[in-house]
């Protein structure tokens, strides 16, 4: 299974970005995907997550500003980011878990969001 992320880059403070995240290569019926994000001697944290049925749920520094989607027949999951702030920048991870797993397993390479002020 391999979890292929695109999009991130620079925004200035207000602006907006989206993010994708393609899950290649998978036998599983993939369940929850979601997104984390880490900034530099911090845990990486989860922002967002929807389930197949397409139930979302935010951390509250995003809820309003961000939307998690996703696209089942691709499996693909989506995160347009809106009214970006400067403590918005990390690096985004996207998260898949197959159905049966408790957690989520697999993993995307990261991408980098920047956000100026």
């Known amino acids: 299974v391999q979890l292929q992320a695109s999009g991130g880059g620079w925004a200035q403070a207000g602006g907006s970005l989206r993010v994708s995240c393609v899950v290649t290569?998978?036998?599983?019926?993939?369940?929850?995907m979601a997104w984390y994000r880490q900034t530099p001697g911090n845990q990486r944290e989860l922002i967002a997550q929807?389930?197949?049925?397409?139930?979302?749920n935010y951390h509250d520094s995003v809820k309003g500003r961000f939307t998690i989607s996703r696209d089942n027949a691709k499996n693909t999951v989506f995160l347009q980011m809106n009214n970006l702030q400067p403590e918005d920048t990390a690096v985004y991870y996207c998260?898949?878990?197959?159905?049966?797993?408790?957690?989520?397993?697999?993993w995307g390479q990261g991408t980098q969001v920047t956000v100026s002020s």
């Open positions: 998260a898949a878990r197959v159905v049966g797993a408790s957690d989520f397993g697999f």
């Open positions: 290569g998978s036998d599983f019926t993939i369940n929850d």
């Open positions: 929807i389930n197949r049925a397409g139930k979302a």
